[in-house]
Structures are given as structure tokens and as C-alpha cells.
């Protein structure tokens, strides 16, 4: 098992950012590929980033290329995610997720946090 806790989510203006994280405990943290999903308001819960366990490889939604960034310190067992330039279509539920393998399916993370919510105002 490994639990999965974000922190980081709160209230920011159009063009702020935020640093969200996501803590990982139980199994070992560098096993595991990490993501970051999401889930605005009467919408299906998409993909957002997603880094190796090594953190070599990133991949991103295209919505978020460029302004969002994905990391990860082993070391400490955490996974980061960098929103910069934040706009108020970026206003959602943010879940942390881990999986054998990188990918932009859900079905893909075994592993899931309870999510950090993230708004943006206009």
C-alpha cells in the first residue's frame, strides 16, 4: 500500500501560481510513477502530468504544457507540481496518484490521495 496526502491547494488570482505537493508513505516512493490529476466541477476527472520514477521523463496535458511543472524529490518521498500562470479554467480538485508506469489513464494509478482543491479566480 502507499498513502498519498496533497497539500498546497487554496484561492489565487488569474496569472498567480501555486506549488502543490504530495507526500507519500508505505511502500517504496521510488517504485512508483507519480501523476497528477484533476476534477473541476461536473467534469470527468482528467490527466495532468505525470513523471517517471526516476523523474527522467515528464509528460503533460496539453491544457497545462508550458505553465505547469511536474517534479519529484525521492529523497523525500514527494511529488510536486508547479502552476504557474494559472487560469480560472484550471479551477478543480487536484489528486496525486502512483502507478507502475507513467501514463495519462487513471486506470493506469493504483494508488490515490483524497485531492487539494485548486481555484482560480477571473
Known amino acids: 500500500q502507499v498513502q498519498l496526502v496533497e497539500s498546497g491547494g487554496g484561492l489565487v488570482q488569474a496569472g498567480g501560481s501555486l506549488r502543490l505537493s504530495c507526500a507519500a508513505s508505505?511502500?517504496?516512493?521510488?517504485?512508483?510513477?507519480m501523476g497528477w490529476f484533476r476534477q473541476a466541477p461536473g467534469k470527468e476527472r482528467e490527466f495532468v502530468a505525470a513523471i517517471s520514477w526516476r523523474g527522467f521523463s515528464t509528460y503533460y496535458a496539453d491544457s497545462v504544457k508550458g505553465r505547469f511543472t511536474i517534479s519529484r524529490d525521492n529523497a523525500k518521498n514527494t511529488v510536486y507540481l508547479q502552476m504557474n500562470s494559472l487560469k480560472p479554467e484550471d479551477t478543480a480538485v487536484y489528486y496525486c496518484a502512483a502507478g507502475p508506469i507513467p501514463t495519462m489513464s487513471l486506470d493506469g494509478m493504483n494508488y490515490w490521495g483524497k485531492g487539494t482543491l485548486v481555484t482560480v479566480s477571473s
Open positions: 508505505g511502500r517504496t516512493f521510488s517504485n512508483y510513477a
